[in-house]
């Protein structure tokens, strides 16, 4: 069969392209190395947080408004939370650009946010304790996604809509012609109309070139204070470093620092948590100050990320190949996007404009770096 699009790494985005491509009439055929949701990538975890009020730039800002559309459609098709809204806290000093940017854009799209200071916040949900300094952008309107389940909907409904999934199977090579990609797997060769390339954090063993940088990182669940089962998602912009979390349930009150992490080049140093000095303690600091009545730690996992080099996305074809798409360098940030970033591959698959402005994410910035 000759496909109109191949996707090779059906995760997060992939997942999430195979069927907005599928439910618009096209030919689709999903690969990846291993059954989707699993745990060799960065959408395992349980739970992402999902916000418009962007401390990371106004440039993202109509992507996100769109993908929590789709979150919420996503909701009514499967009849389950996997969007749960339940506002979300950034807090940090008043004069950082985190800050200023979640108030920026809530300015400039319309969104619905709260301004409130150190002792407001202490005030509203008295297990979060603040320096005195700092001042909070709460948005009613975010929350928090749960992953693997998204994951999990989007493979299922993939495949009613009509997509072939190939799973467990080792992509080899994309290689693009004039008319057509040709991809090669341990299960055959397949040839398509166009591709997408949604690899995650190994993507440069299919494109050695890209400036991507694997990260370990570490999510870490403590036992909680029934004070916690009703705050916000948060995240917390230290000077130096960069914290978030969710409200507890059953099965804990996950934490984990967004900043930092190792280095790693094979996945062999994707090593489980525990087995690095610090897995344990990366948090211990900031609960003590910040969340003081969190008890001890229950479970930990490690996740990786797709670093790029400025840690803003690339959305971009392949140099030289207009029929192949690249989705990667989400760097920890991207699974809010993973709807709308599948519905703009579905339009690049069908031959239509995406109908937002993704020029910033282009690849060829880093020509300048």
Request: charged share 25%.
């Amino acid at each position: 069969m000759h496909y109109d699009l191949i996707i090779v790494g059906s995760g997060s985005v992939g997942s999430s392209a195979g069927y907005y491509a599928s439910r618009s009439g096209l030919k689709v055929l999903m690969l990846d190395e291993h059954t989707p949701p699993h745990s060799s990538g960065s959408h395992h975890g349980a739970t992402r947080l999902v916000r418009c009020a962007y401390g990371e730039g106004t440039r993202y800002i109509p992507l996100l408004i769109r993908a929590r559309e789709l979150w919420k459609e996503l909701n009514e098709l499967t009849k389950t939370n996997i969007y749960e809204k339940c506002g979300v806290l950034n807090t940090g000093l008043g004069d950082s650009s985190f800050i200023d940017n979640a108030r920026r854009s809530a300015e400039i799209y319309g969104l619905e946010i709260e301004n409130m200071t150190a002792e407001d916040i202490k005030k509203r949900w008295n297990g979060i304790q603040v320096p005195g300094d700092y001042v909070g952008v709460f948005e009613p309107d975010a929350g928090f996604l749960r992953s693997e389940l998204a994951v999990n909907a989007y493979v299922k409904l993939s495949k009613e809509a009509g997509a072939h999934q190939i799973f467990d199977c080792k992509v080899s090579s994309v290689t693009p012609t004039e008319n057509e990609v040709v991809v090669e797997t341990e299960k055959g060769i397949f040839k398509g109309r166009k591709a997408l390339v949604s690899a995650g954090t190994w993507v440069k063993d299919l494109l050695p070139n890209l400036p991507i940088s694997p990260v370990r990182k570490v999510l870490t669940w403590y036992a909680s204070d029934p004070c916690y089962k009703n705050i916000p998602g948060f995240l917390v912009n230290l000077e130096q470093d960069f914290f978030y979390g969710f409200p507890a349930d059953e099965n804990g009150f996950k934490i984990a620092k967004h900043s930092g992490g190792q280095n790693i080049s094979s996945r062999d140093e994707l090593t489980p948590f525990g087995s690095r000095e610090g897995d344990r303690t990366e948090t211990l600091n900031f609960i003590t100050n910040f969340l003081p009545n969190t008890g001890g730690i229950l479970e930990g996992k490690t996740c990786s990320y797709d670093m790029s080099p400025d840690e803003d996305f690339i959305i971009d074809t392949l140099p030289g190949s207009e029929n192949v798409m690249l989705v990667t360098g989400l760097s920890g940030h991207g699974f809010k996007f993973t709807s709308v970033l599948g519905e703009i591959a579905a339009f690049f698959a069908g031959d239509k404009k995406p109908g937002f402005d993704i020029r910033p994410f282009a690849l060829n910035r880093f020509n300048h770096m």
